[in-house]
């Protein structure tokens, strides 16, 4: 996947006082005064039920037992019987070694 961003030109001159004259010409693109901007209150504080609802924690959520990252190396023909059972196939293969009988 690219990480590249499409190149934009520019807006010229005339295409930017274009744009400015629609937004001055938007009757609800109201800019706020400054007595509204000061009586203004945090999402959390005018909405606290909504807020709570829709609030999420970041990340996954912690585990009893979380898996350790290795770095393991398997022959080619071992990862390719795995990968064509389709997704979870690193599932599978921790399955495979959990109930190995080893010793």
């Given at each position: 996947m ?22 001055a ?11 509204e ?67």
């Amino acid at each position: 996947m690219s990480n590249l961003k499409p190149h934009i030109p520019p807006l010229t001159d005339a295409e930017e006082a274009e744009l400015q004259r629609q937004i001055a010409a938007d009757p609800d693109d109201v800019e706020a005064t400054d007595e509204e901007l000061a009586q203004a209150k945090p999402f959390s504080e005018a909405f606290p039920e909504l807020f709570e609802s829709i609030k999420r924690a970041r990340g996954r959520p912690a585990m009893d037992k979380p898996k350790q990252v290795v770095s393991i190396r398997l022959d080619q023909d071992v990862i390719h019987k795995f990968k064509a059972t389709g997704k979870g196939w690193q599932a599978k293969i921790n399955e495979v070694l959990k109930n190995a009988k080893l010793g």
